[in-house]
Nanobody
């Protein structure tokens, strides 16, 4: 049983920062790879970042490398996405997701949160 809830989205100016959080409701959080994805209307959901079960490895999509940082706290059943130097192109609904195997593919993830809106103004 996995339930994910995102929070922390909002409206920021270009160059600003936001920190997204994802809360996992179960006791098996440490067994899951956690990923962040984003989607805008009319476009495919795209990979943003992922982190392995113990936090030992992280993966980022090219557009966010050097600006976003994914992390997790297994003691708190939480995953995070620190978003710095935000650009208008980052505007999207951001989703956290969980899977038992490291992957960057949308279709591979078994569990998804409801999404949180991030809007970056110019």
């Amino acid at each position: 049983q996995v339930q994910l809830v995102e929070s922390g989205g909002g409206l920021v100016q270009a160059g600003g920062s936001l920190r997204l959080s994802c809360a996992h409701s179960g006791r098996t959080f440490r067994m899951y790879v956690m990923g962040w994805f984003r989607q805008v209307p009319g476009k495919e959901r795209e990979f943003v970042a992922a982190i392995t079960q113990s936090g030992g490895s992280t993966y980022y999509a090219d557009p966010v490398k050097g600006r976003f940082t994914i992390s997790r706290d297994n003691a708190k059943n939480m995953a995070y996405l620190q978003m710095n130097s935000l650009k208008p192109e980052d505007t999207a609904v951001y989703y956290c997701a969980a899977d038992r195997i490291m992957t960057t593919k949308v279709d591979d993830y078994d569990y998804w949160g409801q999404g949180t809106q991030v809007t970056v103004s110019s």
